[in-house]
């Protein structure tokens, strides 16, 4: 029975969260339409699918922001303003909300070098220990023949975090996984 209710669940909820907005775009774009309402107003009906398309593309392309948090998570450091990713991606949460996001972020080099005595203040271990996924994989061939120098990482219950220092003295690689 669970597992029925489980798929049933799986099929209704996208055809709410997809075809309520698009019912209602068509409804009122039709009373627009009904009632004369200029064309360049009728533009308004699809509110409701421009906002889901939004947060459908963000869901899939998250924003710099999203990135900026997880480093603050994993490090318990902001990240300065004068930062710039040069490579970032996240896998889609699962049905329980676990996701893995692995970033490389360009920073000066002062922050670099404070950064490596802070995560082990902030209780991550220098080691080799990596948690392999495809997303890792992919950031590691966007590295641009940089190696990795120096290696910190924390296993938690329910995350894992690791920081890569990168040979160009400037660059670090973030990962975040929740399991």
Known sequence: MDEFFYSLLLILVPILIFGIPILLSYWVYKIFKKKD???????LAFLPIFVI????????????????????????????????FEYKTSSYPDQHGDYTSVSIIKVETDFYKNLQSKLSENGLFENE????????????????????EREFSKELDDSFYYVAFLSDKSSILVQRSSH
């Not at 309402?37 to 533009?43: A, G, H, L, S, V």
């Not at 939004?54 to 004068?82: C, H, M, N, R, W």
């Not at 997303?135 to 590691?140: F, G, I, V």
């Open 37 to 43: 309402i200029k064309p360049k107003w009728r533009i």
């Open 53 to 84: 398309g939004y947060f459908v593309y963000s869901a899939f392309y998250p924003s710099s922001e999203f990135y900026e948090t997880d480093f603050k998570e994993v490090t318990g450091i902001e990240l300065p303003q004068e930062t710039e």
């Open 129 to 148: 220990n990596r948690l392999g996924c495809p997303e890792l994989d992919n950031a590691e061939r966007e590295m641009s023949g940089l190696k990795i």
